[in-house]
Structure formats: C-alpha cells, structure tokens
C-alpha cells in the first residue's frame, strides 16, 4: 500500500498513449512505416515534394486510423495487398482481357462492378435483418458492406495505376470526373458508417445507410452504361495539381457523413413513429442512437468540409488567381456550410433535438447533393468539369 | 450538452431580460443573439442561390434578351448580375459578422470563466445532483485522503486546485478545458475572415466608383487612347485584371472586367513575354501550357525571368501573375487568292490574324478580315478503335485558318480552310469550308490535289472552263465523236449539240449541276425519247469537260493530244474536279483563298491580381481548423473531491464529475477514477451513494 504522495501518483498514472499501444498496434505502425520507404523508394523520381509530404501525411493518417479502429488495419492491409497484386499482373492496358485475375476480379472495372453487386446485396441483407430481427443476417451484411467498401477502394486504386498505362503521360489520380468520385463516395460514406456502427455497436442503422450508398450506385451504373463514363479522359490542366489529391478526398468524407446523418434522420423519423412495446421498437435503432450519431457524424462532417473548403480555396488561389470567386461550386459550398453550421447551433447551444432537426439532416442532404452534383448539371462555372 | 449553450447564450439573455436596460444593450442583445445568428446564416445561404442560379456578370444584352427590358431593369436595380457585390449582399454578411463578433465579445468573459475557474466553491447538493457521483466513508484522516483524491486526479490528467472552507476541503479537477478556446478560433475566425475578404472584395472599387473617382470604358480602343478617367493607379487596392500578350511582346497595364465595361489596371512593373509553350495529349487536348516571363521594375538590379503555367504563378510586388488562357497572337499569314470568276490572276496576300486587308480580285472588292489560326487539327480516327491514348488513333490534319469576307454593302461570309491536303478514303483534297450562318457547321468544298499533290490542276480547269474558245473547241470535239459513235453522220447537229453543250457549261459554272439537270428536263420535256435525249446530253456536258482535263493533262505532260492516256487516280481526279466545280457555284466567294506560308505567333492570357488580405484570410482559416476540431473533439471535464473530517477521524469523502459536452463517454473514465480511489482508501463501510 503506498504511502508517500509520489508513490501514489506513479501508482495511478494513467498509461500514456504509447504505454497503451498493443503488440498488433506497433506491428502496424512497422508494416506502415516499410511500406512508404518502399513507395518512395520506387515512385521517389516520380514526385514532387508536395507529394512526399502528402505521402508521409497518408502514412501517419493511415497509422492513426489502425490504432484508433483496429478492423482499419485488416482492411487497409487487404485492399493494398490486393491493389498490388492487380498492379503486379497488369504491365499493359491488354492484361485487363488476357489476365484471370484482371479480368474477373481486380482490374478496375470488374472491381467496381464487384463493388457495385455488393452494395446492393449489403442493402438487402441488412433489410432482412430489420425485419427479421436476425442477428446472423446483419452481421453478413456488415460483412458484405466491409466487402463492398474493399472493392470499389481496389478499383481506385488499380485505376490509377490504369491511367498511367495510357499513352502521352495522362495519368491522374482517379478523384477527378464525376464517375470516379461517386465510387469515392460509395466507399467513404460505407467506411464511416462501419466505424459508427461499431462504436455503437448496433447494426440496426445499415439498412437506412446502405440505401444512400445503393442509390449512388444506381447513378453509378446509369452513368457507366448509358454514358460510358468508365472511359480514362485526360485532365484539363487546371486539374493536374496535387491540391487534387487532399482536396476532393476530404470534400467526400463531408459528403459522406451528411449523407449518413440524413438517412438517419429518415430512421429518427420512422422509430419516432414506432410504439415502443411494437417488435419493430427492439430492431430499430433507438432515438437515443440515432441521435448520438447523427450529431457526431454532422460535427466530423462539418469539421472535414470546413478543411475541404479551405483546400479548395487555397488550391483556386493557385489556379484561378482567386481563392474566392463566388463561382457556383463555391457558393453553394458555402450554403452547405453555413446550413450545418445553422444544424449545430440549434442542436449544441439551443439543446434542439428530436423531429425538427432529422428534417433539417434530411433537407441538408438535398442541399448537399445539389452542391455535389446539381451546380455540375444545371450550372455552369469555373469548376464545369466533370459535367454530366 | 444543452446546458453550455444555455449557460453561455440564451440563458444568460433571458437572464438579463428580467431587469430594465438601456436600448443600446438591448441592441447588443439582438444582434449578439443565436437566433439572429441562425436567421442570418440562413438568409446569407439564400442570397447565395440566387447568384448561383442566375449566371453573373454576363453581358448586360443576353440579360436583356433573357428577361425583357422590364425585368432586366428590375434585376439590375437588384444589382442580381452581380450578386456578390451587391451592397444588400454586403450588407447582410456585415451584419453575419458583426452578430459573430458582438457573441464572441459578450460570451468572452464567460468562456474565459469556464477555462480559468475550478469551481472550487461548488456546494454539496449541486455535487450529488450530478449523475456522475460516488460518496465514502473512510477510516483515513482528511489529510491523508485529500492526498489520495489529488494524486488519483492529477494521475487522470486533471489539473488542480484545492480550497478550505471551515471544515470541508474541496479539490477540484478540469481537463480538455481547450474546447472553450474551439469556441473562440472558430468565431474569431469568422470575423478575420470576413475582414480579410472584405479588403480583398470588390467594394472599394465600388466606393471609388460612387465617389466618380473614375468611369467604366464601354468601348473597345487601344490602350493609348482610353481617357485618363477610367485608368486605376499602381499598387491601390486589391483587383484582379486580365491580359493578353503576344509573344515576344510586353504590357504594363492590365484591364478589368466591370458590369458591362473595363477599367484599366496599371503595372508597377513590366511584363516581357519572350516565348509561350504549349504541349498536348495525343488526343489533341491541351496537356499543358506556359510562358516565359521577364519582369522588368526600376526597383529590380536584375530583371526576374521565370516561367509559369497553369497551376504554378508567379508572386512579384504583391502581384501574382497566372497563367490564365492563350489565344493567336497574330500570326503572320502568306496567301494565294485564286479567282473563281474566270477573270484575272491568281494574287498573293501578305497579312496577319486580326488584320484586316483590302482585297480587289477580279473587279470584285471585298475586305479580308483572318480572325484565327490552328496550327494543327488533331481528329479521332474513326477507324481507330474507341480507346484514349493510343497515339496511333489520332491523324493531324495539319493548319487551317479562319477569315471573313466583307463586301462593300458589309455583308460578311465567313471560311474555313486547310493549308494541307486531307485524306478521305485514300484519296487527297484541299478542304475549304464556309457556312450560311454563325451558327451552321462549315460545309467543306473538296478541291482534288494532283500528283504533285496541289490545287494548281483543278485551279487551271476551272479557269478552262471559263475561256469560250477552249469550251467552243472542246464541245466540238466531243459532240463529233458521239455522234461518230452512234453512227450519225449529220454537221448541224453536231453544231446544235455543241452549242448546248457550251451553255451547259455556263450553266455549270453559275449554278452546278442541279440547275443543269432542270434546265435539261426542261427542255426534253414532251418528247417522245426523253429519256434518251437526256443521256445523250450529259454525255456530251460530260465529254466536253473531259475534253478540256485531257487538253490541260497535255500541256502539263506535253504528250500530244490524240495519243494522251490518263489512269485511273487521274479519272478519278477528273470525277471529283467535275463535283468540285458544281459545288463552287454554291462556294459564294468570289476568291479561294490559299495559305501557302505562315509563320506562327501565339499570345499568352495572363491573370493579374492583387489580394492584400489574402494572408488575413489564411490566417483565419488556420484559426477556424484548429478552432472547428477543438470544438468537436476535445470535451471539458471537472472533476470534484470534497473531504469533510469525521467525529471518529476517519473523513466523509464526496467525488463527482461531469463532462459536458459527451456525458456518454465520461461514466467510463468517472468509474476507472473512482475505482483508483477504492484501491487506496482504507474504508470500513462504502457511503450512500
Ligand atoms: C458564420 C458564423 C458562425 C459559424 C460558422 C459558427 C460555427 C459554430 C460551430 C461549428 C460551433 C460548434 C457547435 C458544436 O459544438 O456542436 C459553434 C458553437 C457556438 N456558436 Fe457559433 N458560429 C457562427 C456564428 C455564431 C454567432 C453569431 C453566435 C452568437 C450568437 C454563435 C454562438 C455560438 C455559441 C454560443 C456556441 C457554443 C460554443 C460552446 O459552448 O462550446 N455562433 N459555432
């Protein structure tokens, strides 16, 4: 039993964040830190130094996501495992028919079309499990929703690789036309919801989630069928800068979460509606969940939008001469901006909770969406790239 | 979390609201108010759509078009084709800020509260009303577990303080207290930045504009012609100007863009262009483009040379210089003006783009105006399968030029042509295009190129055909060898056939073969072998202008006439020279003009602006990222032990806790706090909870 007040205090220190890392915590950091040596030990030609910083920034944030949420390392271990192994088999554009592999699983194509079956199928299970009440299910829709997320981020990722097969230097990094991005936000919008659903550890919101992500697929097929929008077109120069790389990226996990948040709101809506001694009330979410997260994934949103506009604003300033030009994109980064801002207040200083503000997520996400795609389609701009 | 806000805002509002106050506070009040703020972030979000909907700072025509004189007066009242700039827009973010700032001035103290105070002066009840709480009895003296309670306190990463009052001891505990300052940045960072765009922002030149400190120029004149009263001085304010640069060429000024007129912006310096790069995709797309710039400036010793391109500017003076777009920059352009009327010498024109030169070609006048030059036209090949990148899908048609005929009336017609031959399915032709209207496609007259791959042959034919005693001669010729032919030995009617045959020509000539046909129809019309007859006719138009090719394929080759043989790119050759000479009848032009030389100058589009408060701004969205993921992810937590002594010496021990801003996650970190407490306080009964 300690006596002196120093004993005391080493006796209830609490361990610190390096004290708290576990064995599979340093093999990550390990298995991180090797493979960005690797990456610059082969790409170092290739990059300029905003790229070496922005490596070693994705390596730390990598390291950070797998300590944080330890299903982040499997998942990033597999979707690079994979994405090499693609890249490994794929010399030419041709090894896209010739190669099994390639063909029918990790060439960009099949990969996002694999994404594209899952997603739906991740919705269905899911819905089978509301009903249901099936615990099995659901985790098989955890299952297929992880699967669907690890698809489209190889298909990206192999992409990338794929541009740079084509003649006359075109290669890009695949964030930068409307095709690319709606994968982009497919896997983003999964990947924060998984994390959410773990953290609350309840899977009785993926129905609601899944339906988003399965409607985004939905104009994804739409537009890769009707319009051919999988075509590898090259950038217009005012794209090919590396503010690319973070700027849409973070853009997305904004999208992302706002999305996330208005579908629970359509959740919050229903459960509201549900007696509480009705079957329904024990499948769906609580108010209480439904709450909780909803808030959090506005405030995460919110806070990566805010560091996307900002890019944004820093990356105009380079290529536009302006780092504001009330440009239609702009301006209605801005409304989005604001709108949740608005969503905040009420919900944090004023304490507003409940059916007003799972409308208000729910009218943000129209909002958003025009943001994300109507100023695209309706109006045009500086940003008029990446048109339907 | 609810009580935050209420303890910083509305709670203390209604507060106040209970005892009288003069107006000003009350204003304070209002414009410090969260419902203020939330209207207006609202409000500010609709007046955005608008400017996003209505495209700005278009032509003021289009917009009158768009909506009638009666409501393009109401918007412009509006000043809606300019939104941003609109003093009610202005005003409405003032009033964003000034609400901003009057909060964050009016919850400072506050917020400076919850950062500095412990609280060490809590009392008892308000302790055991928090949900978070746990009481003991321990057989330890109050000393020895005030140090217990510290230790455990300070080892969970809480600062802090420790208060007597008369018996009771009281430590209180507090961590992540920088969330209040994420309260703070992100507020502050508002109004920075608002004050930074407002420097940035147009409203200055809309204040110097009021005061008729200059006039918008609406017309289009030469730099050195525009009045003094619409020219900016160097280094005033912030702007952001456009120019174009021929290369090799300098500017010291710059103009910008205002409503429906300009304003020249002047230069502290000078701006060299020595030369401009352009490099491209296979697929003809522009990849990328840069100039290289010197900058000339009494303050330099040394003239600054760098180049710059899309993406990478160059910052000089608080200027930054963009590469912005590119354009011709008059390239110098040497021609051959074919005659289409028959008459007169085929003439060579030396000129530029963007220049305008008389021309007198064969008694007609009219006025070259060259408005373009591509130096290459880079065509998917439609045989090429659908693919990107592969270089081998692309052809480059090479040069081609645009130009506008005006005649003396001002009637303009406006052409298209290419300097060198295109292939269509193996075979060669001068394209020279013109159309109807601005907003018709060009319809593209195919000239045949002759085995020396030129237009010299099809030219010297249609000049043939033109010249009677050549066409007399040639009609002759054919005419007796049909009638040979269909064994009719009959001289006037070989005369009368040659005689149509010479008028078909003319007609040819004037209106192609359509008209031709008609007229033909026209006259076999009725008779019993019409049929026939028009056969025979065409034949003998045909054999006429076969006659003619045979004779300039003579000369050219210097074989006799009656022993010549053309192959068959020459037959061909003579099949399309035939369609050619049709479709000139509806060409329009009383010339054909021909680029035979150029030597190619491009201009580079610069975009200069000056932002003296754009570091202001950076400044202030640094302030608002940290502010915004202070706000968000780091909570306040306090923790409180009060020790009162006991009559047998032991010490009645009271811990609480809260975390306001995620009571969630705080019940796990209270009880591993509380259990550390349990380990080392000797206590023979656990006290109601
Ligand atoms: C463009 C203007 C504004 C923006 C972008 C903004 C943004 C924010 C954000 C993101 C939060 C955090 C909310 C949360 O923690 O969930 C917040 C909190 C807050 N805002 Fe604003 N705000 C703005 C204007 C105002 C104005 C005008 C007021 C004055 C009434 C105000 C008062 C507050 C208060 C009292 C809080 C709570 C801070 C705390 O207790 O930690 N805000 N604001």
């Known amino acids: 039993m300690a006596t002196s007040r120093e004993e005391l205090l080493r006796e209830m220190r609490q361990p610190s964040l390096w004290q708290r890392l576990s064995a599979a915590d340093w093999a990550w950091l390990g298995l991180v830190a090797l493979a960005t040596v690797a990456t610059y030990a082969v790409l170092w030609e290739a990059m300029n130094h905003y790229e070496v910083v922005i490596t070693a920034f994705t390596a730390a944030t990598m390291v950070g996501l797998g300590w944080h949420w330890s299903a982040a390392k499997t998942y990033m271990t597999l979707v690079c495992a994979l994405s090499l192994l693609a890249i490994s088999r794929y010399p030419e554009l041709a090894a896209a028919q010739?190669?099994?592999?390639?063909?029918?699983?990790?060439?960009?194509?099949?990969?996002?079309?694999?994404?594209s079956a899952l997603f739906p199928a991740a919705t269905l299970t899911y819905g089978v499990a509301l009903a249901s009440g099936h615990a099995?299910?659901?985790?098989?829709?955890?299952?297929?929703?992880?699967?669907?997320?690890?698809?489209?981020?190889?298909?990206?990722?192999?992409?990338?690789?794929?541009?740079?097969?084509?003649?006359?230097?075109?290669?890009?990094?695949p964030v930068s036309n409307l095709y690319e991005v709606f994968v982009l936000f497919a896997v983003i919008t999964a990947l924060i919801y998984l994390y959410y659903e773990a953290a609350q550890n309840t899977r009785s919101m993926g129905f609601f989630v899944l339906l988003i992500i399965s409607a985004s697929i939905g104009f994804l097929l739409w537009y890769h069928f009707e319009r051919e929008a999988y075509q590898i077109e090259p950038l217009v120069p005012a794209l090919n800068s590396y503010w690319m790389k973070i700027h849409v990226p973070t853009n997305f996990i904004g999208y992302g979460c706002f999305a996330i948040a208005a579908m629970l709101g359509v959740a919050y809506l229903i459960r509201a509606r549900v007696a509480d001694d009705s079957p329904w009330a024990a499948r769906l979410p609580t108010l209480k969940q439904i709450d909780e997260v909803s808030y959090r994934t506005i405030a995460l949103g919110f806070a990566f939008f805010t560091v996307a506009t900002i890019l944004g604003a820093l990356w105009a300033a380079e290529a536009w001469g302006r780092y504001w030009s009330?440009?239609?994109?702009?301006?209605?980064?801005?409304?989005?901006?604001?709108?949740?801002?608005?969503?905040?207040?009420?919900?944090?200083?004023?304490?507003?909770?409940?059916?007003?503000?799972?409308?208000?997520?729910?009218?943000?996400?129209?909002?958003?969406?025009?943001a994300f795609l109507g100023v695209n389609m309706f109006l045009s701009g500086l940003h008029s790239y990446g048109e339907l | 979390m609810a009580q935050t806000a209420a303890s910083l805002t509305a709670g203390q509002t209604s507060a106040r609201g209970e005892n009288r106050k003069g107006l000003g506070a009350i204003w304070l009040e209002f414009l410090g108010s969260m419902n203020l703020a939330i209207s207006l972030l609202v409000v500010v979000s609709i007046a955005s759509v608008i400017g996003t909907v209505l495209p700005q700072n278009q032509a003021y025509t289009d917009y009158l078009i768009q909506f009638g004189p009666f409501w393009f007066e109401v918007f412009r009242a509006l000043n809606l084709y300019d939104v941003y700039s609109a003093w009610w827009f202005m005003a409405i973010m003032g009033f964003l800020v000034l609400s901003t700032s009057v909060c964050v001035s009016r919850h400072t103290p506050a917020v400076w509260r919850e950062i500095t105070r412990y609280r060490t002066h809590v009392r008892e009840q308000s302790l055991r009303a928090l949900s978070q709480h746990r009481a003991w009895q321990s057989a330890d003296d109050p000393a020895r577990v005030g140090e217990v309670a510290e230790a455990a306190f300070a080892g969970h990463g809480f600062r802090v303080r420790q208060e007597t009052r008369g018996q009771a001891t009281i430590i209180a505990g507090m961590k992540g207290r920088a969330t209040r300052l994420g309260y703070l940045f992100t507020h502050l960072a508002v109004v920075i930045i608002a004050i930074g765009a407002l420097a940035d922002g147009n409203i200055n030149l809309?204040?110097?504009?009021?005061?008729?400190?200059?006039?918008?120029?609406?017309?289009?004149?030469?730099?050195?012609?525009?009045?003094?009263?619409?020219?900016?001085?160097?280094?005033?304010?912030?702007?952001?100007?456009?120019?174009?640069?021929?290369?090799?060429?300098?500017?010291?000024?710059?103009?910008?863009?205002?409503?429906?007129?300009?304003?020249?912006?002047?230069?502290?310096?000078r701006i060299d262009v020595e030369d401009f790069h352009i490099d491209h995709y296979p697929n003809g797309m522009p990849k990328s483009y840069s100039s290289d710039l010197v900058i000339r400036d009494p303050a330099l010793d040394e003239p600054i040379r760098e180049t710059i391109s899309v993406n990478h500017p160059l910052t000089y003076r608080g200027h930054t210089i963009y590469q912005a777009s590119f354009t011709d920059g008059g390239t110098k352009l040497n021609l051959t003006a074919h005659p289409l009327t028959g008459r007169g010498?085929?003439?060579?024109?030396?000129?530029?783009?963007?220049?305008?030169?008389?021309?007198?070609?064969?008694?007609?006048?009219?006025?070259?105006?060259?408005?373009?030059?591509?130096?290459?036209?880079?065509?998917?090949?439609?045989?090429?399968?659908?693919?990107?990148?592969?270089?081998?899908?692309?052809?480059?048609?090479?040069p081609s030029f645009n130009y506008?005929?005006?005649?003396?009336?001002?009637?303009?017609?406006?052409?298209?042509?290419?300097?060198?031959?295109?292939?269509?399915?193996?075979?060669?032709?001068?394209?020279?295009?013109?159309?109807?209207?601005?907003?018709?496609?060009?319809?593209?007259?195919?000239?045949?190129?002759?085995?020396?791959?030129?237009?010299?042959?099809?030219?010297?034919?249609?000049?043939?055909?033109?010249?009677?005693?050549?066409?007399?001669?040639?009609?002759?010729?054919?005419?007796?060898?049909?009638?040979?032919?269909?064994?009719?030995?009959?001289?006037?009617?070989?005369?009368?056939?040659?005689?149509?045959?010479n008028e078909m020509v003319t007609t040819l000539l004037d209106d192609g073969f359509g008209e031709v046909n008609a007229q033909l129809e026209g006259r076999v019309a009725g008779s019993a072998r019409s049929a026939m007859l028009l056969d025979f006719?065409?034949?003998?138009?045909?054999?006429?202008?076969?006659?003619?090719?045979?004779?300039?394929?003579?000369?050219?080759?210097?074989?006799?006439?009656?022993?010549?043989?053309?192959?068959?790119?020459?037959?061909?050759?003579?099949?399309?020279?035939?369609?050619?000479?049709?479709?000139?009848?509806?060409?329009?032009?009383?010339?054909?003009?021909?680029?035979?030389?150029?030597?190619?100058?491009?201009?580079?589009?610069?975009?200069?602006?000056?932002?003296?408060?754009?570091?202001?701004?950076?400044?202030?969205?640094?302030?608002?990222?940290?502010?915004?993921?202070?706000?968000?992810?780091?909570?306040?937590?306090?923790?409180?032990?009060?020790?009162?002594?006991?009559?047998?010496?032991?010490?009645?021990?009271?811990?609480?806790?809260?975390?306001?801003?995620?009571?969630?996650?705080?019940?796990?970190?209270?009880?591993?706090?509380?259990?550390?407490?349990?380990?080392?306080?000797?206590?023979?009964?656990?006290?109601?909870?």
């Not at chain 1, 702009?330 to 059916?355: C, D, F, M, P, Q």
């Not at chain 2, 009609?475 to 001289?491: D, K, Y």
């Not at chain 2, 006799?560 to 050759?573: C, E, K, P, T, V």
Request: hydrophobic fraction near 45%; glycine fraction near 8%; aromatic fraction near 12%.
């Open chain 1, 136 to 173: 099995f299910t659901a985790r098989v829709g955890t299952a297929l929703t992880w699967a669907g997320a690890a698809a489209g981020l190889i298909g990206l990722l192999v992409r990338w690789h794929e541009t740079h097969l084509y003649a006359g230097g075109i290669g890009y990094i």
């Open chain 2, 345 to 398: 010498q085929a003439q060579s024109i030396a000129t530029h783009v963007f220049e305008d030169t008389p021309l007198t070609v064969a008694g007609a006048s009219r006025t070259l105006e060259v408005d373009d030059f591509q130096f290459f036209n880079v065509n998917r090949d439609p045989r090429a399968v659908e693919r990107v990148g592969a270089a081998d899908e692309f052809t480059n048609v090479g």
């Open chain 2, 404 to 501: 506008t005929l005006r005649d003396d009336a001002g009637q303009a017609q406006a052409f298209h042509s290419y300097m060198a031959p295109v292939e269509i399915d193996g075979h060669w032709y001068y394209l020279h295009g013109t159309r109807s209207a601005p907003d018709q496609p060009f319809e593209y007259l195919h000239i045949p190129a002759d085995d020396s791959a030129s237009m010299a042959t099809f030219m010297r034919f249609y000049q043939a055909l033109h010249d009677r005693s050549r066409v007399d001669a040639a009609s002759t010729r054919a005419s007796e060898r049909m009638l040979r032919q269909m064994g009719i030995a009959n001289p006037d009617l070989g005369v009368r056939v040659a005689a149509t045959a």
């Open chain 1, 98 to 115: 010739n190669d099994f592999f390639l063909r029918y699983l990790l060439s960009s194509q099949s990969a996002i079309m694999w994404m």
């Open chain 1, 326 to 370: 009330w440009d239609p994109k702009e301006s209605w980064a801005l409304i989005v901006w604001l709108n949740y801002a608005g969503w905040l207040h009420l919900r944090y200083t004023k304490g507003l909770r409940g059916k007003p503000m799972a409308w208000w997520a729910i009218v943000g996400l129209f909002v958003t969406t025009f």
């Open chain 2, 537 to 689: 006719s065409r034949a003998v138009l045909q054999g006429t202008l076969f006659e003619i090719y045979r004779e300039i394929k003579a000369e050219q080759t210097g074989v006799a006439l009656d022993r010549i043989q053309l192959n068959n790119d020459q037959q061909r050759f003579f099949e399309d020279a035939m369609n050619a000479v049709s479709a000139v009848a509806d060409y329009g032009a009383p010339v054909l003009l021909e680029l035979d030389h150029f030597n190619h100058r491009q201009a580079t589009g610069l975009q200069i602006t000056r932002a003296p408060g754009k570091n202001v701004v950076y400044a202030g969205c640094a302030l608002l990222v940290v502010g915004v993921f202070l706000l968000f992810y780091v909570s306040q937590r306090r923790v409180w032990a009060m020790l009162s002594p006991r009559s047998d010496g032991g010490t009645d021990l009271l811990v609480a806790g809260t975390n306001q801003r995620r009571p969630e996650l705080f019940e796990a970190e209270f009880t591993t706090l509380t259990d550390a407490l349990d380990k080392h306080l000797r206590q023979p009964n656990e006290g109601s909870k």
């Open chain 2, 206 to 269: 809309k204040i110097k504009e009021m005061l008729g400190e200059f006039v918008i120029e609406t017309r289009d004149l030469p730099v050195s012609q525009i009045p003094q009263q619409s020219w900016l001085p160097a280094e005033s304010g912030s702007f952001r100007a456009n120019v174009t640069i021929p290369e090799g060429s300098f500017t010291n000024v710059a103009f910008l863009q205002v409503r429906d007129g300009y304003l020249v912006q002047s230069l502290p310096f």
